[in-house]
């Protein structure tokens, strides 16, 4: 097989005075970059998945509030305050299962708490969310590092939805040992579930790492099992959304039923994750909210409509997996082991 080395996708970039974002609704067919100048176009962004990925909603957030701010036409730094909480929250009702979000947009804010001036405010807000960006390149590619040393090249491995260099500042989470394997003339054979109902595997994932020149099969979501059992699948990596303090992992719906069936089949499941998708508020995955969307992304398909008309939708963008389904967490920071209460305390908190 001949594969065409090409390069990592970037999904964000900052331009001096607005955001330059991949649009993901348009992929795979279209590679489109759109200009975000408002907090409106960022909010309408995020909702409508044109930027998606826990952490590159987080990026893109994080500069669209810096962004906001550098043009509040306010002396006081009291009102300024105020305001930027009100955009702030705003921003932050965009999507409430990614912790990510809240996450970025709390740490902008913390980031001025010793400002004396309005001007000064603005420039830590844009140096803040800047900073924020390059942390996470950095935390993808170490994580990658940190996925490789579970991960045999040549091996079969099976991921859900896009937890890529699209969903992230670079490398992704999840996509990140295949990205650094192949910069490195080392390669794996990924098979990508296509990501019922909007299609987030067969649209980015499987267009990502073609860019990369990863080989890549494609399947349909209830394939899985069957593709676990009869391809020789060695192990799952996944991305995550959240994590709660004992470890149970919010994701992408369909992540849960992979962890059950690579448990059936004793098959390692693993989740790649950055430090900032853990929330240690939050004592087990029975607390994270789930995200419903429109019963649109069900009953059609390409604008096209495939169900009857006025039949019931229920369409939750995310699923649970218990810690006991799996095998590892890889992070930035390490790889993480049951009894993940324990060994998420022990390494968030030693750092």
Not at 17 to 35: F, M, R
Not at 139 to 157: H, K, Y
Request: hydrophobic share 40%.
């Amino acid at each position: 097989m001949t594969r065409l080395q090409t390069a990592i996708p970037i999904s964000i970039e900052w331009m001096d005075n607005h955001i330059k974002l991949l649009n993901q609704q348009a992929l795979p067919h279209i590679t489109e970059y759109i200009d975000l100048y408002t907090l409106q176009d960022v909010y309408e962004a995020i909702t409508a998945l044109k930027v998606r990925g826990a952490p590159a909603i987080g990026i893109t957030a994080a500069f669209g509030l810096a962004m906001s701010a550098q043009n509040y036409e306010i002396d006081e730094l009291e009102a300024f305050l105020v305001k930027l909480q009100k955009e702030k929250e705003y921003l932050n009702s965009s999507r409430p299962t990614a912790v990510n979000l809240s996450w970025a947009l709390n740490r902008l804010i913390n980031s001025i708490g010793n400002a004396r001036s309005v001007n000064e405010a603005k420039t830590d807000l844009l140096h803040e969310a800047i900073q924020i960006q390059a942390e996470d390149e950095a935390m993808c590619r170490q994580i990658g590092e940190n996925a490789l040393l579970l991960l045999t090249p040549g091996d079969s491995v099976m991921t859900i939805c896009n937890a890529g260099s699209i969903a992230t500042a670079k490398y992704g989470t999840a996509l990140a040992p295949f990205h650094l394997a192949s910069e490195r003339g080392k390669h794996f054979h990924v098979y990508a579930c296509e990501t019922r109902p909007v299609l987030q595997g067969a649209r980015l994932t499987a267009w990502e790492l073609q860019q990369s020149g990863v080989e890549t099969t494609l399947i349909t979501d209830n394939m899985a099992a069957h593709t676990m059992k009869t391809k020789k699948i060695k192990a799952v990596i996944v991305g995550a959304d959240r994590i709660a303090a004992n470890g149970d992992t919010a994701n992408k719906i369909g992540t849960y039923g992979l962890a059950l069936i690579a448990k059936s089949l004793q098959i390692p499941f693993y989740v790649a994750a950055p430090s900032s998708s853990f929330d240690l508020t939050l004592k087990n995955g029975d607390s994270i909210p789930i995200e419903e969307r429109n019963l649109e992304e069900v009953t059609t398909l390409n604008g096209t409509q495939i169900a009857p008309e006025g039949i019931q939708v229920y369409n939750p963008a995310f699923d649970v997996t218990s810690s006991e389904l799996i095998t590892a967490i890889i992070t930035e920071k390490g790889i993480l082991y049951p009894s993940y209460t324990e060994s998420i305390k022990n390494q968030l908190l030693r750092y």
